[in-house]
């Protein structure tokens, strides 16, 4: 996994001062105390400052006097995130300190993304990695900053390693090295004990699986005062779909189906880390959707936890199943908010694209909460409604529920209807798409961590903590 620290410079290490500087300042930039002879500098290397552009001034030694980073235009910053970052990887070996041009209230922003310009996935090859280090800026909370990174991180790696090094045991194992890092406590119920313990959908979905990677229902607890959150993640470490079998195109990239269980542990870190007044759990029903002769097929009928009978109109709708059980149990304990993750359907995609993850909720507070929230630490979330017009579209006739419904259309609005018959009243849905299709400032290309900072910066708002 990645070893890069994802960390501030101690704020007593030397550093070079950075500014940032705005293409509107150019060509003298007059805000930034500059020689004569460093602003003919400026001039003749073309620095006008575009976005993660960047400049080194020397000072009368030929030493590094200070640095200018482009803020990048209006236009261009209304576009893109963490766009100063550009310049990390690129930048001479030093220390930074911010000396100018972030306002404090974009500070928090410009030093994650710093951070996560540093993130590497170097489990199977080496990568190079970014040599500049930064103190953390005035005005921020560097603890809570690093937390964020890091579970963005942690998030991430765990996307990013295949399923040969990531089926349901060794998502079990990512989640008890989390718990013994933070003090929590982890229980797992395993292969036919699933059964036995009436969880019988994960355990439908994952038998057909090889022995050693057998279904689970891993549980986390962490906190003893403050509300109760729950988060429910979605851990299906390989899909093939099944019996339905997903086109070779499709089955590319779903290594990544676990993604809603990495961004719940990733989310976890978070809190965890920051010692959040709350009681936090965490339920992720790990399985691989394989292919054998005791796979579930097509028109099998499944009873719930809840009771509820589901009809299998498609094998490759496994996640639902899988989480359908995990809200059940969610919502016999105690649950002031439960929020489910899940890289479900891929009607999401087409209703707003990769790079947005859309949330079903009721509650106007929490739609709110969540919408004002990802604005502020650019998580970018949009609601999607629980329109109940569809209700009966998941409603087959000869079982309670249809698991995929035909038809084509408002797939992700009827997978989330589906999992509402399960989840405690005060829900939250996010159907994520956990992948980067291209690099971009901060974020490279592979595994990446959607809603999470969101819900993170609105806890206080959902839980009035």
């Keep these: ?34 020689t004569d002879a460093q602003r003919a500098w400026v001039a003749a290397s073309g620095f006008a400052g575009a976005a993660g552009a960047h400049v080194v001034c020397p000072d009368v030694d030929g030493g590094i006097a200070l640095v200018l980073i482009g803020a990048g235009s209006e236009k261009a910053r209304s576009r893109g995130r963490f766009l100063t970052s550009r310049a990390v990887a690129t930048l001479p070996a030093r220390t930074y300190a911010l000396a100018s041009g972030v306002p404090v209230e974009e500070r928090d922003s410009f030093a994650l993304g710093w951070l996560l310009a540093g993130y590497r996935f170097d489990r199977y090859a080496k990568q190079t990695k970014p040599k500049a280090a930064l103190r953390a800026p005035e005005g921020i909370d560097a603890a809570r900053v690093e937390a964020i990174a890091q579970g963005e991180a942690l998030t991430r790696d765990l996307i990013n390693t295949p399923a040969s090094d990531m089926g349901p045991a060794e998502l079990e194992a990512a989640a008890r090295a989390l718990a013994t890092a933070h003090g929590a406590e982890v229980s797992v119920v395993t292969g036919d004990d699933l059964l036995a313990q009436n969880f019988p959908m994960i355990h439908t979905v994952g038998r057909a699986a090889a022995s050693h990677r057998a279904p689970r229902l891993i549980e986390m607890t962490w906190g003893t005062t403050g509300p109760h959150l729950t988060l429910v993640g979605k851990g299906v470490c390989f899909d093939t779909g099944g019996l339905n079998i997903k086109p070779g195109a499709s ?3 779903m290594k990544k189906d676990m993604g809603g269980a990495a961004a719940v542990l990733g989310l976890a870190q978070m809190i965890m880390a920051c010692g959040v007044a709350l009681r936090l759990r965490v339920l992720i029903p790990a399985v691989e959707n394989a292919i054998s002769s005791d796979a579930f097929r097509p028109q099998d009928i499944l009873t719930s936890r809840k009771g509820l009978t589901v009809e299998i109109n498609n094998t490759d709708a496994e996640g639902r199943l899988v989480l359908a059980d995990a809200l059940a149990l969610a919502g016999e304990g105690q649950t002031d908010l439960t929020i489910s993750m899940a890289t479900l359907t891929g009607a999401a995609r087409v209703a707003v694209g990769g790079d947005i993850a859309p949330y079903f909720t009721d509650d106007e507070g929490v739609a709110q909460a969540l919408a004002l929230a990802g604005k502020v630490v650019a998580d970018p979330v949009w609601r999607l409604p629980f329109h109940a017009g569809y209700e009966a579209d998941i409603e087959p006739g000869v079982a309670d529920l249809d698991n995929a419904p035909g038809g084509g259309q408002a797939g992700a609005i009827t997978a989330a209807l589906f999992l509402r018959r399960f989840a405690p009243d005060r829900y939250v849905h996010f159907d994520i798409y956990g992948w980067q299709r291209a690099a971009a400032p901060a974020r490279p290309k592979g595994g990446v961590g959607q809603g999470t900072r969101a819900i993170f910066a609105a806890l206080p708002d959902l839980l009035d903590l």
């Design 1 to 34: 996994m990645s070893d890069v620290p994802l960390s501030f410079a101690p704020a007593t290490a030397d550093a070079c001062p950075l500014h940032v500087v705005r293409p509107d300042q150019a060509p003298h930039f007059d805000a930034v105390d500059l």
């Design 251 to 253: 089955m590319g990239l």
